[in-house]
């Protein structure tokens, strides 16, 4: 699986280019030699470039600001090649940021360290951690902090399966945003968290992080049209809720 954080890929680049751009030519090589000729790639919203407060097309220009960008654009062209020469077909889900958990409370976001942003102020919430931090509160959005786009991790999930489903088709349909296609910004998050624990969430601001862009929304008109797919999960309440319900039995399970 690829390195993923974009801090972390400022600081230790050559993690980053090592484990992305070279496990994924090793694994198309593979593929290759097994005459495997189908795949959908993770993809990112990191690579385009800069927006402003605008939804972000297939077509945006790319400009990546941070080495995890620069990876994932290397491998999407990466893809392109094989394809040309190889045969092998492709589709690039290009993630805006997946969130939430298992409806069920089966499976949800543990990561160590967690780096991810509604994890962590649950943990605050819950009394694991002290204090939530924003990375920046001057950045050009409505409140100073940044804009994401969350989407639901099982919408993810669906939208894969119907990704294969077109690759099976042997259409030319190569990059797809998943979002839900409405912004979130850092405080957003906040006060989701804070409404779920009943209580205000104890937060430290911060400078900002190398790498970090201002806004990333999605426009998912192509995903909608061409796969058929819409984010019925990606509601920040039912992203939070799902999330924090996975959190508190896994602490209950633990305890």
Known sequence: AGASNVGESVEDPAKHYGNNISGTLNLLNSM?????????FSGSCAVYGDAGEKPLYETHPMGPISPYGRTKLTIEQMLGDFEAAYGMSHMTLRYFNAAGA??????????????????????????????????GTDYPTPDGTCVRDYVHVSDLAEAHVRALERLDGEDALRAVNL????????????????????SPVPVREVARRDGDQAYLVADIGLANSALSWSPSRSS????????????ALTEMIKN
């Open 102 to 135: 298992d409806g069920d409370g089966e499976i949800g976001e543990d990561h160590d360290p967690e780096l991810h942003l509604i994890p962590r102020v649950i943990n605050v919430a819950q009394g694991h951690e002290p204090e939530a931090r924003i990375f």
């Open 236 to 247: 920040m309440e039912n992203i939070v809720r799902t999330a924090w319900n996975w959190h």
């Open 32 to 40: 290759c030699q097994a005459k495997f000729d189908k795949i959908v």
């Open 179 to 198: 979002g839900a296609g409405t912004g979130v910004s850092v405080r957003n998050v906040i006060d989701a968290v804070s409404g779920m624990a009943g």
